[in-house]
């Protein structure tokens, strides 16, 4: 089922979930609940500086299991330092990126296979999912000519090959056909405004306590 206030944001490169997570997050503040925003890799101190080692540098540095584990290490510091301490205080916690990320980026592009990811999402996270996942999906070129312009040496796997890219959109979209209960698609090629009401009727919707 999960964690009811907890709403995950997934997709491939430049889908705006940054700016639609700030857009979200005021209007659930306007709604009078607590919000807090958040990332992956990241979130918290440790996490932070695990992902410089992630974003930055050669495409190839890590082998792929280093690199899935180094993703769970940083999610772990997330949920310990994060996530859990948030959701215990009754506050919505709203991430950009979570475990569907290692699925689709290490799992599937990266090939190391559902099966190792699952069995460390069982270990790490738990029961500790989100009952909401909103996937922002956009062709890749258009994701990647949007994130291109964006400053900043965090491109380490923008700079991965198109096929890499291609190959994240479907993960995702198989991600969200297999868990229809707590995945929404949301049409990212749509403009902002467009992309925040979409966003904004699923969550709507989740809102109603009724549902659960
Ligand atoms: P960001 O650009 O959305 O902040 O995310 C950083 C990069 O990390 C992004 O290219 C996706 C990648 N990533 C993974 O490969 N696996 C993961 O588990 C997560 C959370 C992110």
């Given amino acids: 089922m999960g964690r009811r206030r907890f ?18 997050a005021q209007r659930l503040s306007e709604a009078g609940h607590r919000v807090v925003t958040t990332r992956e890799p990241g979130g918290a101190p440790g996490a932070e500086a695990i992902r410089e080692l992630l974003v930055t540098g050669e495409t190839g540095r890590w082998a792929p299991k280093t690199e899935a584990l180094l993703h769970f290490a ?25 475990v569907d990320s290692t699925m689709a980026y290490q799992g599937v592009a990266q090939k190391l ?6 069995e460390l999402k069982a270990l ?4 500790d999912m989100p009952a909401l996942t909103l996937i922002l999906d956009l062709a890749p070129e258009t994701g990647l000519a949007r994130a291109g312009r964006r400053a900043g040496g965090e491109d ?10 291609r190959t994240l959109r479907q993960a995702f979209l198989d991600i969200a ?6 995945c929404v698609v949301i049409d990212a ?19 109603d306590p009724d549902r659960h």
């Fill in 124 to 127: 790490v996270v738990g029961d």
């Fill in 177 to 182: 056909k297999n868990d229809p209960q707590r």
């Fill in 156 to 165: 380490r796997y923008e700079r991965m090959d198109k096929a890499f890219h």
């Fill in 189 to 207: 090629e749509k403009d902002e405004a467009a992309v925040a009401e979409a966003i904004w009727t699923a969550v709507r919707g989740h809102l």
């Fill in 7 to 24: 709403i995950t944001l997934e997709g491939g490169e430049g889908a705006g979930k940054s700016t639609q997570i700030r857009l979200l």
């Fill in 74 to 98: 940083a999610r772990e510091e997330h949920l310990a330092w994060t996530v859990r301490p948030a959701l215990e205080r009754g506050d919505w916690v709203i991430s950009d990126r979570f």
């Fill in 113 to 118: 296979g559902a099966e190792f990811i699952n």
